[in-house]
């Protein structure tokens, strides 16, 4: 069974409980990146290793596609307010990022933090993917690129596969809303989402972890993050798939 298949059998099993009476939530949030305080993304997420492929090819594609994306915390967030605070039945709570970064605005993050990565349209960063790949790690920097698992998805027209749509977040903001009466006292009903800083905390991160190289050329410096994280990965493997969360 794939992610998706557990994914649609995991909202069957909600919404059936819904119908015996229990009240519940499916809580559908879209690419889930790593806290804005840590910085520690799965070095396998859709959008960290176009990240690294990029550095490796000196090139990004312009896609302005926007990109749904969120920190991992406020995640947890809306799933704790949903389970705390249940609307009536069973909802779908949607948790969508405000505001919405778009795909050449998150990669511009790169050359933003002294990164080589200028801006290409997106046939000509294919040609660059496919040459890169079919010459082999030997005759390049020693490092297989960072896109080959998802080779086939990148060069297949990839400005109209990642097309997000927009979504009525009313019910996120309901239960945040009364979390925040309820419990916290805090009101994150307006949302998150991914700015430039928390990028740089996932580039300082994954630089750390040696996933990735470390910016060259002039640039902002890397956001801090704390010196345990990285120490953690090293002896728990966080941030790999399969790894701590």
């Known amino acids: 069974m794939d992610q998706v298949q557990r994914f649609k059998v995991s909202e069957q099993l909600v919404r059936e409980a819904g119908k015996r009476g229990l009240q519940g939530?499916?809580?559908?949030?879209?690419?889930?990146?790593?806290?804005?305080?840590?910085?520690?993304?799965?070095?396998?997420?859709?959008?960290?290793?176009?990240?690294?492929?990029?550095?490796?090819?000196?090139?990004?594609?312009?896609?302005?596609?926007?990109?749904?994306?969120?920190?991992?915390?406020?995640?947890?967030?809306?799933?704790?307010?949903?389970a705390l605070n249940p609307l009536p039945g069973v909802n779908v709570v949607h948790v969508?990022?405000?505001?919405?970064?778009?795909m050449n605005e998150f990669l511009s993050a790169l050359e933003y933090y002294g990164y080589k990565a200028s801006e290409v349209d997106y046939e000509e960063w294919k040609t660059q993917l496919e040459e890169f790949v079919s010459a082999g790690s030997t005759e390049k920097d020693q490092e297989q690129s960072a896109l080959v698992p998802l080779l086939h998805m990148a060069t297949s027209n990839l400005p109209s596969t990642t097309r997000a749509p927009e979504?009525?977040?009313?019910?996120?903001?309901?239960?945040?809303?009364?979390?925040?009466?309820?419990?916290?006292?805090?009101?994150?009903?307006?949302?998150?989402?991914?700015?430039?800083?928390?990028?740089?905390?996932?580039?300082?991160?994954?630089?750390?972890?040696?996933?990735?190289?470390?910016?060259?050329?002039?640039?902002?410096?890397?956001?801090?993050?704390?010196?345990?994280?990285?120490?953690?990965?090293?002896?728990?493997?966080?941030?790999?798939?399969?790894?701590?969360?």
Not at 34 to 60: M, W, Y
């Open 96 to 102: 969508t990022a405000h505001p919405r970064l778009r």
């Open 167 to 245: 979504l009525n977040d009313r019910n996120a903001v309901d239960v945040l809303k009364a979390d925040a009466d309820r419990w916290t006292g805090v009101d994150d009903s307006a949302g998150e989402g991914i700015t430039r800083e928390n990028i740089g905390r996932h580039l300082r991160f994954l630089a750390e972890i040696k996933f990735m190289r470390w910016p060259t050329a002039r640039g902002r410096e890397l956001p801090p993050i704390a010196a345990e994280i990285a120490r953690a990965q090293a002896q728990w493997g966080v941030g790999g798939r399969g790894g701590a969360a």
């Open 25 to 82: 939530a499916v809580v559908r949030p879209g690419y889930i990146l790593g806290s804005r305080e840590n910085g520690v993304p799965n070095t396998d997420h859709f959008l960290i290793r176009p990240c690294k492929d990029c550095v490796q090819l000196g090139a990004r594609s312009l896609i302005i596609n926007s990109v749904n994306a969120v920190p991992v915390d406020h995640v947890a967030r809306v799933v704790i307010a949903s």
